[in-house]
């Protein structure tokens, strides 16, 4: 199995702009985490997926982002518009079941996005 | 509610030497956790983990882990340090949610 799969790998872009993260999960696996790595913040869980279904998206930070996932082995991750402070790595992983009541999967991660914005 | 605290952020050791990198947590169910290792510029990559069917989980890279109820620690340790597990480590913890703690720079020193 190819793991999970992260593009772009290096995303520079200037404050104003759109960006599109994207992620494809091992396939087979039915959840889907977004997380953000920061020096000061640390890893953070932005939103879940179950299913294709958002489970928990409490730590998006803002309006400016958005998450969907159209069908199972693709998912998006949007910031419009970027700001400097969004400057992040960016990470998806994947489990075979979800996190929920007694369920705690593995988690797999992909190699992540590092974002950049100016 | 439930929490996971990384002890230390920084940890030095020289080679050869044992590795103990501590975790903490707190929930009001028995979790299920996790040991993770992130080297530079990578993605995260699971060490062990411990779902209730033995206290003391082995895993990768000679890499164990006891779980203490009575302590409610999940502390990380290795006999001996290897130049190569220079990374930052991350407990996490999770029974509806998932935690993850602050993470463990580890040094290696040769």
């Known amino acids: 199995d190819a793991g999970v799969i992260q593009s772009p790998r290096h995303e520079v872009t200037e404050m104003g702009q759109e960006v599109t993260l994207r992620c494809k999960p091992i396939s087979g696996h039915n959840s889907l985490f977004w997380y953000r790595q920061t020096m000061m913040r640390g890893l953070e869980l932005l939103i879940y997926?179950?299913?294709?279904?958002?489970i928990d998206d409490s730590g998006m930070p803002e309006d400016r982002f958005s998450a969907k996932m159209p069908n199972a082995s693709f998912s998006t991750l949007k910031i419009q518009p970027s700001e400097p402070r969004d400057s992040a790595v960016y990470f998806c992983a994947s489990t075979l079941n979800g996190w929920g009541l007694g369920n705690t999967d593995t988690q797999y991660f992909g190699p992540g996005t590092r974002l950049t914005v100016l | 509610a439930q929490s996971v605290t990384q002890l230390d952020s920084h940890v030095s050791v020289s080679e050869g030497t044992p590795v103990l990198l501590r975790c903490n947590y707190s929930?009001?169910?028995?979790?299920?956790l996790f040991w993770y290792v992130q080297h530079p510029n990578k993605g995260l990559q699971l060490l062990l983990k411990y779902t209730s069917a033995a206290t003391l989980v082995k895993g990768i890279n000679g890499f164990e882990a006891e779980f203490k109820k009575s302590e409610t620690s999940f502390h990380l340790t290795k006999p001996s340090a290897h130049m190569s597990d220079a990374a930052e480590y991350f407990c996490v913890g999770g029974y509806q949610k998932v935690t993850f703690g602050t993470g463990t720079k580890l040094q290696v020193i040769p």
């Open positions: 997926f179950n299913n294709n279904v958002p």
């Open positions: 929930s009001s169910y028995s979790p299920s």
